[in-house]
Nanobody, 123 residues
Framework: QVQLVESGGGLVQAGGSLRLSCAAS????????MGWFRQAPGKEREFVAA????????SYRDSVKGRFTISRDNAKNTVYLQMNSLKPEDTAVYYC????????????????WGQGTQVTVSS
């Protein structure tokens, strides 16, 4: 299992940008598919983006395509989520997650989770 710690959340105006980081512990980080999820108040946790261990496969939910970019640096055991053109509907707690599967896009695929970081987008 891998331990995950997110950072980089905050308050930003609509149209602004934030970059989230997720630092992982464990020597096997490079073998995990990494993902970002988010959960708004009163809503289910939803998939945002995922990246395979080799970075050859990336996936995004439709509403963030073209605005968000997921990346990873295996040498630093870190995965990033660059969020541009933010909208008020992006407001949520963002969670980093790790999966041992080669392809993973649903909550059940991910076995390790961070504590979350709050992103608030004002209109």
């Amino acid at each position: 299992q891998v331990q995950l710690v997110e950072s980089g959340g905050g308050l930003v105006q609509a149209g602004g940008s934030l970059r989230l980081s997720c630092a992982a512990s464990g020597r096997t980080f490079s073998s995990y598919t990494m993902g970002w999820f988010r959960q708004a108040p009163g809503k289910e946790r939803e998939f945002v983006a995922a990246i395979s261990w080799s970075t050859s496969t990336v996936s995004y939910r439709d509403s963030v395509k073209g605005r968000f970019t997921i990346s990873r640096d295996n040498a630093k055991n870190t995965v990033y989520l660059q969020m541009n053109s933010l909208k008020p509907e992006d407001t949520a707690v963002y969670y980093c997650a790790a999966s041992p599967l080669r392809i993973a896009t649903i909550k059940a695929d991910f076995g390790s989770w961070g504590q979350g970081t709050q992103v608030t987008v004002s209109s």
